[in-house]
């Protein structure tokens, strides 16, 4: 790790239900806020099915876009139908961007972007489908007219065109780019809920590399349409009464959570030299593919646990380093169980303290992982552990690891790590450049 370029978070971008910004985060976070409310899915006024979402609030995109007429020309590509994904992405860049104080226009060329989401537009493009069918069908039965199924088809493919082009996730990269400058290497990734992690590793290579002088890596959710929920009732793991509860013995599933998070990464001297505030350094990631199962992980497998190894490796840093562990934390008992079991060996050697942030923002699904982070990073600035909340019967294996209670605590190493659906594992290791 010596040898290599140091890269270190300049600036975080956290937008979710407890706040947008990190001031207004932190604040909730340290108070334990959480803000769950039952999302009710509609189709014109009949309700198809009620289900516990973290939501935002009074999100507005002019909140956090200054450039009014590049609004309106994506507006005006996107012919005024809203994109929420490409706007979450957005905030979340603009919130990074201005907490960094990094500017972009000084070396255009030299700033890359590093985009995640789990599928952007993909729920609003069903959604635009299914109505422009059932309204092609509904006027020709009542002008008494034949349904000709390739007729129906023409039309509602001619009126979705620009929505369904907008699916292609280059286009999220190239709007937000263009919103903000951004000209450099841009990569959009989808490695399911560890999609963060893995975009974090490419903005550090790149960085090193000397082919970046900063990266932006931004990741946003929103969870609302009722596919997503109607797959993970069918699996069983979505809790209906709201509450997220890691490793607790009645754990029953996710709730979803809206938005995501932005970084800024930049390489250590650079930063210093321009007087930015560093949160922390990225020291480094472990990544592998179990290629088993689709919605839980291959149980026995090591490579979880080869993941965090590998990222501690990486790092430079042993067990008895960590003073706190972020898992995944998604409440799901089988995937808990699984976690326990790999990150134990590692608990036992240190000296950490083990917390989770679904139950107070949700599960931002592709982008959850940067969200995490931006919480750490807001963690280690302030030396504050928040306690796992909604947990009453913590698994016994893992007791005592867990932060029962809100804790000062100067946090000088963070593994965080992240087991996504089809087996995609991640973890990473962050330090504190003001202890270390």
Same mark, same amino acid.
């Given at each position: 790790?010596?040898?290599?370029?140091?890269?270190?978070?300049?600036?975080?971008?956290?937008?979710?239900?407890?706040?947008?910004? /990190?001031?207004?985060?932190?604040?909730?976070?340290?108070?334990?806020?959480?803000?769950?409310?039952?999302? %009710?899915?509609?189709?014109?006024?009949?309700?198809?099915?009620?289900?516990?979402v973290h939501k935002?609030?009074?999100?507005?995109?002019?909140?956090y876009v200054s450039?009014?007429?590049?609004?309106?020309?994506?507006?005006?590509?996107? +012919?005024?139908?809203?994109?929420?994904?490409?706007?979450?992405?957005?905030?979340?860049?603009?919130?990074?961007?201005?907490?960094?104080?990094?500017?972009?226009?000084?070396?255009?060329?030299?700033?890359?972007?590093?985009?995640?989401?789990?599928?952007?537009?993909?729920?609003?493009?069903?959604?635009?489908?299914?109505? /422009?069918?059932?309204?092609?069908? $509904?006027?020709?039965?009542?002008?008494?007219?034949?349904?000709?199924?390739?007729?129906?088809? /023409?039309?509602?493919? +001619?009126?979705?065109?620009?929505?369904?082009?907008?699916?292609?996730?280059?286009?999220?990269?190239?709007?937000?780019?263009?919103?903000f400058g951004v000209?450099?290497?841009?990569?959009?990734?989808?490695? %399911?809920?560890?999609?963060?992690?893995? %975009?974090?590793?490419?903005?550090?290579?790149?960085?090193?590399?000397?082919?970046?002088?900063?990266?932006?890596?931004?990741?946003? =959710?929103?969870?609302?349409?009722?596919?997503?929920?109607?797959?993970?009732?069918?699996?069983?793991?979505?809790?209906?009464?709201?509450?997220?509860?890691?490793?607790?013995?009645?754990?029953?599933?996710? *709730?979803?959570?809206?938005?995501?998070?932005?970084?800024?990464?930049? +390489?250590?001297?650079?930063?210093?030299?321009?007087?930015?505030?560093?949160?922390?350094?990225?020291?480094?990631?472990?990544?592998?593919?179990?290629?088993?199962?689709?919605?839980?992980?291959?149980?026995?497998?090591?490579?979880? $646990?080869?993941?965090? $190894?590998?990222?501690?490796?990486?790092?430079?840093?042993?067990?008895?380093?960590?003073?706190?562990?972020?898992?995944?934390?998604?409440?799901?008992?089988?995937?808990?169980?699984? +976690?326990?079991?790999?990150?134990?060996?590692?608990?036992?050697?240190?000296?950490? *303290?083990?917390?989770?942030?679904?139950?107070?923002?949700?599960?931002?699904?592709?982008?959850?992982?940067?969200? !995490?982070?931006?919480?750490?990073?807001?963690?280690? !600035?302030?030396?504050?552990?928040?306690?796992?909340?909604?947990?009453?019967?913590? =698994?016994?294996?893992?007791?005592?690891?867990?932060?029962?209670?809100?804790?000062?605590?100067?946090?000088?190493?963070?593994? /965080?790590?992240?087991?996504?659906?089809?087996?995609?594992?991640?973890?990473? *290791?962050?330090?504190?450049?003001?202890?270390?």
């Open positions: 790790m010596s040898s290599k370029k140091r890269i270190v978070i300049t600036g975080i971008g956290p937008l979710c239900s407890i706040g947008s910004g /990190k001031k207004e985060v932190l604040s909730a976070l340290m108070a334990g806020k959480t803000q769950v409310l039952k999302h %009710a899915c509609t189709y014109g006024k009949d309700i198809w099915e009620y289900f516990y935002l609030t009074n999100f507005k995109i002019d909140n450039d009014k007429g590049l609004l309106q020309w994506i507006d005006d590509w996107k +012919e005024n139908q809203r994109d929420i994904d490409y706007e979450l992405l957005a905030a979340t860049t603009s919130l990074a961007i201005q907490d960094s104080g990094f500017d972009i226009s000084s070396c255009p060329q030299e700033v890359g972007l590093m985009m995640v989401h789990e599928n952007p537009g993909l729920e609003p493009l069903i959604d635009h489908l299914t109505n /422009k069918t059932l309204e092609a069908v $509904q006027r020709r039965v009542f002008e008494k007219k034949e349904l000709l199924p390739l007729e129906i088809r /023409k039309e509602v493919t +001619e009126a979705s065109q620009r929505l369904g082009y907008d699916t292609q996730t280059f286009m999220h990269l190239f709007f937000i780019a263009k919103l000209q450099g290497f841009s990569l959009f990734m989808n490695n %399911a809920c560890s999609s963060g992690l893995y %975009a974090m590793e490419s903005a550090a290579q790149h960085i090193r590399s000397g082919r970046l002088r900063a990266a932006i890596v931004v990741g946003a =959710d929103y969870p609302d349409f009722v596919y997503k929920y109607l797959w993970f009732k069918k699996l069983k793991i979505y809790a209906e009464d709201g509450l997220v509860k890691p490793f607790d013995e009645q754990a029953n599933g996710i *709730v979803f959570g809206e938005g995501g998070g932005g970084l800024v990464l930049e +390489e250590y001297e650079s930063a210093k030299k321009r007087g930015a505030r560093i949160y922390c350094e990225y020291r480094g990631g472990g990544f592998n593919l179990e290629g088993m199962k689709i919605s839980f992980p291959s149980i026995g497998s090591d490579l979880y $646990q080869r993941a965090a $190894q590998e990222a501690l490796s990486e790092a430079g840093s042993s067990h008895a380093d960590i003073d706190l562990m972020i898992p995944h934390g998604v409440a799901e008992r089988v995937t808990d169980k699984h +976690e326990v079991r790999s990150l134990l060996p590692i608990l036992k050697e240190g000296r950490s *303290v083990v917390t989770a942030y679904k139950p107070y923002v949700g599960h931002n699904l592709g982008s959850s992982a940067l969200l !995490e982070l931006c919480l750490i990073c807001m963690c280690m !600035e302030s030396s504050f552990v928040p306690p796992l909340l909604n947990t009453n019967q913590i =698994d016994p294996n893992l007791e005592p690891w867990i932060a029962r209670k809100v804790s000062e605590k100067r946090i000088s190493t963070v593994l /965080k790590t992240s087991c996504g659906f089809a087996g995609y594992n991640a973890a990473v *290791v962050l330090t504190n450049p003001r202890i270390n």
